[in-house]
T-cell receptor, first 110, second 113 residues
């Protein structure tokens, strides 16, 4: 079983839609969680950190459920510019390194 | 402040040749990471350094790969000899010791024919 699992998609949604991605992880020692965004043929870029209490940044909401070992990303009012691959990332303090999921591809259509 | 800088951006080489990829981390960042990304395997951590010292190289695929960080502002990843299966995008990333958020360079797209 992979340490981080994401639904690869693709998710194809119309502009204005709300879309949610989940990411499950197997290592309960994972300490910190992030969502990165990667555009086609570009580098991954930090989208947001994920906190236990949940956090929001504009149209984006991230949540962490430690008991069930998953994190989620909710995008409201999707824009064409949201089209990208979203990577779930776990940081393990004990190992001192991050593990990246394979990503979920989102395409927002007019 | 400049981000992570990588060179070259594209490299095309023939099988058996030596390839050297270069990275300049963000100033003040004391962690540096080398990743490889392919469609089949996703983003894989190859090696990472802390204060110029290699900490974990368990992701380096084999002896043909080596990485160095002679100072805080420069690192290299070398493949010798290169093989077609090494074709991938190689990313360098860095971060500060007090946070876990990594910042990636634009990557080097390597093609080995």
């Amino acid at each position: 079983r992979k340490e981080v699992e994401q639904d690869p998609g693709p998710f194809n949604v119309p502009e204005g839609a709300t879309v949610a991605f989940n990411c499950t992880y197997s290592n309960s020692a994972s300490q910190s969680f992030f969502w990165y965004r990667q555009d086609c043929r570009k580098e991954p870029k930090l989208l947001m950190s994920v906190y236990s209490s949940g956090n929001e940044d504009g149209r984006f909401t991230a949540q962490l459920n430690r008991a069930s070992q998953y994190i989620s990303l909710l995008i409201r009012d999707s824009k064409l510019s949201d089209s990208a691959t979203y990577l779930c990332v776990l940081y393990n303090t004990n190992a001192g390194k991050s593990t990246f999921g394979d990503g979920t591809t989102l395409t927002v259509k007019p | 402040d400049a981000g992570v800088i990588q060179s070259p951006r594209h490299e095309v080489t023939e099988m058996g040749q030596e390839v050297t990829l270069r990275c300049k981390p963000i100033s003040g960042h004391d962690y540096l990471f080398w990743y490889r990304q392919t469609m089949m395997r996703g983003l894989e951590l190859l090696i990472y350094f802390n204060n110029n010292v290699p900490i974990d190289d368990s992701g380096m695929p084999e002896d043909r790969f080596s990485a160095k960080m002679p100072n805080a502002s420069f690192s290299t990843l070398k493949i010798q000899p290169s093989e077609p299966r090494d074709s991938a995008v190689y990313f360098c990333a860095s971060r500060e010791g007090t946070t876990y958020e990594q910042y990636f360079g634009p990557g080097t797209r390597l093609t080995v024919t």
